[in-house]
């Protein structure tokens, strides 16, 4: 029916709606070429509307970006020509690129930058109407400007790498595989461009790239070159650590066993190159040599580091054992000591033992050196000095201790305030018809420890003043009693307190001399604690014979200065106190009548005196006046001594 409109209806409908979609379709695309963030993007979204471009509505969209697109692609190409031309000299490379990979790498990235986009570019649908644009003919341009630029630095690179490395391949593997430097230490002798060389074929081949076939071949022997130089490096390493941590006194022990090392060493500094083949036989008869001297050096620096550990134990050992404030009888504290010295000089004789018969023993074995050679001896002086310094640091670490418990020297007692001052401390007085007595505590500034008036320290020692009729005495009394065959019947404060110091030397009197030891030529005669103590503090009764024979190190503990000086303060400290117990007691002297004299014979004699006679010739007892003067007498006498 031609008179039917429904199709036309129709037709006219679809063409309405299809403009729509195109409208719609245009806007979208012209949102999407506003948002995107690269001129990939926009060229991908060009592509992706290809079909429908020369649609009216869509190529009008475009025609009004047609501008903006090859600016996007002019600027992105000029961005990429700045880029290249700013740091092609020195380009950025990634972590641990050789340099000339690294170059082509980046390179050829710029290459991609600028590829990519052109190539979608040239590819769209548009082009062909875009071709004759002058726009796009400057793009065109500048393309292959920029390409052929980046291809021929890509070329100069490796042309110029290329050239460097037949010269650089040849010169270091002619060198020596190991060289000594001016301080006597050995380097391995692997040229830094070698190493750069073998990185730079690694990359290069992997990227593609032909490299010359000397430097190929190189290659192929990376992995040994590689083996070869990390046990190259594992020997000199050990080589040096010998040289470098060796003290003075250790070095002529190790001067054999160096020369040893040199002598199979120096063929690498002098003959082997890496283009030999005993390379690895030297290696091994190498790392085997320098193995056995690292593990001598090693157990002769373990062996000291042991004795000195074992040294400083000693010098940080106080000889005086004591619990603070805390005061003992004196036969008591004198077996307490005992105990501890004993204890003590087992612990140091064990020590020693371990020092001579294993530690010493270890590193003389270990070096094969003969005992009485001159730098074995001389090592074994260091060792002496080492135990000297530490037995010397504990004995006067010790007597610093004891002269603190003895503090300063006593000042004289007063009558008005005896208790106070004087070397003992009155603490309680009791009598009955037989006796009296006053126990007192050894004054902190005394020799048996404490201080006067303001006493940091307790009292260490109780001292007793006795009243024995006819006499008053301390106990125990300052001086020994000896009986007959010289049998000591008491030690008296005096021998109390060098019987201490003896002992703290005593503890070392077990320390035998190390050359001794070692099995040097025995000396005649040993040092004793008491005969040295007796050289510091000046006695020449007791000094001994032979002290230049002694077997141990007692004359080099006590004719230390400072030793012999802290004996003398102590000595002088003793003498003090013995002083001042001397005043305290005269402070009861004046009444000697009550305990010296008979009570019934004062009386007689009071009565006789006294007595008054009659005209008669008689006499009869004295006066009341008379009694009530000796009750008086005595009256005072008793407050006094209360």
Known sequence: DTQEKKFDQDFYEFRKTIKDLEGRLGSVLGQGFDSSGSIESVLSLLNSFSSLLERDALRAEVDRKEALLTNYLRDDLRMVNQEFFARK??????????????????SQGLIDRIE????MFTQLSIFQRLADREDTKEILHLHATLLRTLQEYQAGRQ?????????????????????????????????PALVALLREVKYLVSLGIKVPESALQLSKKSEMLRTQRGNLEIVVHKYNQVLGTVTDFERPLIQSHVAEMDSVLEKGVLHLNWKSHAINDFIQGSMSIVRDKVNI??????????IERIGARWANSILFSRKDKRTYNPDDFREKHIQNI????????????????????????????????????????HVSSLLVSSMRASVMASLQYLSRQLGPAPSAPSTSSSSSSATTDD?????????????????????TGGGSGKADVAPLLEIRLELNPPDVSFHPDFLSHVGEGGVMLSQGIQDSVNSWVEGFIDVFTGVRRIVEAEGAVPATTATTAASAVAVASGDDD?????????????????????????????NAQVAATQASMSQYKLLFSKYSSLYKNDPATTFEEFLRVHSQSSKDGSSSDPSLAHFDE????????????A
Do not use: C
């Open 427 to 447: 603490s309680s007085s009791s009598s009955d018809s037989n006796n009296s007595n006053s126990g007192s505590n050894a004054n902190n500034s005394s020799s």
């Open 542 to 570: 007791n000094k001994p014979q032979h002290q230049h024979n002694a077997k141990n190190y007692v004359n080099e503990i006590t004719s230390y200065p400072p030793i012999a000086s802290m004996i003398h303060t102590i």
């Open 89 to 106: 000299d020195d380009p950025p490379l990634h972590a641990n690129m050789p340099p000339v990979a690294g170059s082509i790498i980046w």
């Open 116 to 119: 990519k986009p052109v190539a």
């Open 342 to 381: 004993e204890a003590r000089k087992q612990e140091v004789n064990e020590n020693f033992a371990e020092i001579s018969q294993k530690l010493l023993s270890s590193s003389a074995n270990a070096l094969g050196l003969g005992r009485a050679s001159p730098s074995w001896r001389s090592y074994l002086d």
């Open 297 to 306: 050096v090693h157990t002769i620096q373990s062996n000291l580091r042991e």
């Open 630 to 641: 000796q009750i008086q007498k005595y009256r005072t006498i008793q407050e006094q001594i």
């Open 159 to 191: 042309d110029a790498w290329t050239t460097e490395i037949d010269s650089t391949t040849q010169a270091t593997l002619k060198n020596t595989i190991l060289r000594r430097e001016s301080d006597n230490t050995l380097e391995v002798n692997f040229d």
